[in-house]
């Protein structure tokens, strides 16, 4: 029979090497570096340093949290490690779906009685809902347990900040219909709004490229701020990418520029840097018709339509 220790004992055992290597998932994050492609690039970040100071700040509230939103690809978890790694903080905690997969496997099989991590659960509970689980057995989700164990880890800490990618797939959200966890969407609520103990200061910065879902849910009231990541949409900010590798010879930047001035560009700058990455690979020659190209296959530029 597993019980509440063998939960622990696997959150101890199993869970840390996940957890362990904040410092080099941010390097991760960052490997590619921050364009500054556009105005907003700055914006966002001299936002976000502005909420990771104002969480530094003694004479203010010891809690910051901020959502960082915007259509996929569109670089909103490197903004977050940037701002993450830049505010200094000495505790940087990252926590994303991806690393709760093989946990959450063995944790869905655990059928533990309510009862027995009562003192674990009822976190979720005391804070500011004042509602509280059904007293019966229940299929407590491993996500309630980890994130409980991050943030009281972070409370220990005098600085501390904990990044959450996406956040939306936390809760399990699937895009097939608004399915998701309820129980796991009230302790995450709980702990976003949660003031740390005393003296402590708590930076959250989540990401996640479906604010209309948060929004649904009443999530988005838990933030102290809610910073929007556009996709690249100008020829000019396009060019300012590439100019920032050495792929394209001038004259093809020209050329590209000459194609593209005047029509509507929408993509991503993490799609933007895969397609730079494919255009690598292809002859010179033809790079830029093929650049092109992928570019109208993709969606992400159309050539048909002229704007003014
Ligand atoms: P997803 O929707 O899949 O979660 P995302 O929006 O989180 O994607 P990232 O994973 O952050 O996108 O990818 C952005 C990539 O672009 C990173 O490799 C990052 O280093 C690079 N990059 C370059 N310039 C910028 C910029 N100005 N803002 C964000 N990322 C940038
Ligand atoms: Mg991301």
């Not at 100071?53 to 977050?80: C, H, M, W, Y």
């Not at 092109?292 to 993709?298: G, N, P, R, S």
């Amino acid at each position: 029979q597993v019980c509440k220790d063998d939960f622990l004992h696997a959150l101890e055992h199993d869970i840390k090497p996940a957890f362990g290597a904040s410092a080099e998932a941010l390097e991760h994050f960052l490997a590619r570096g921050i364009i500054t492609w556009g105005p907003s690039v700055s914006g966002i970040l001299e936002d976000g340093t502005l909420l990771t100071q104002q969480a530094r700040v003694a004479d203010t509230f010891g809690l910051v949290s901020v959502l960082i939103e915007g259509p996929p690809n569109s670089g909103k978890t490197a903004l977050a490690a940037k701002l993450a790694k830049d505010s200094d903080f000495p505790f940087v905690k990252v926590c994303s779906p991806e690393d709760m997969v093989g946990f959450t496997e063995t944790a869905k099989c655990l059928q533990i009685r309510k009862s027995t991590v009562d003192d674990r659960l009822i976190f979720a509970f005391r804070g500011g809902i004042g509602r509280r689980a059904p007293m019966q057995t229940t299929r407590l989700s491993s996500t309630i347990l980890i994130m409980d164990r991050i943030f009281d880890d972070a409370y220990r800490s005098q600085l501390s900040c904990i990044l959450v990618d996406n956040i939306e797939r936390l809760l399990d959200y699937g895009s097939i219909g608004p399915r998701y966890s309820n129980l796991t969407l009230q302790a995450l609520l709980v702990l976003l709004k949660k003031q740390p103990p005393k003296g402590k200061k708590l930076l959250v910065l989540c990401t996640s490229s479906r604010k209309q879902v948060l929004e649904e849910m009443e999530m988005l009231s838990a933030f102290t701020a809610v910073l929007h990541v556009p996709n690249l949409s100008q020829p000019e900010e396009l060019i300012t990418v590439l100019e920032q590798f050495d792929l394209f010879t001038k004259q093809d930047i020209h050329k590209i520029y000459n194609q593209i001035s005047g029509h509507k560009v929408f993509i991503g700058i993490k799609k933007l840097l895969a397609l730079i990455d494919m255009a690598r690979q292809t002859d010179p020659k033809v790079r830029v018709i093929k650049f092109l190209t992928k570019m109208e296959e993709e969606g992400c530029l159309d050539l048909g339509t002229m704007i003014h």
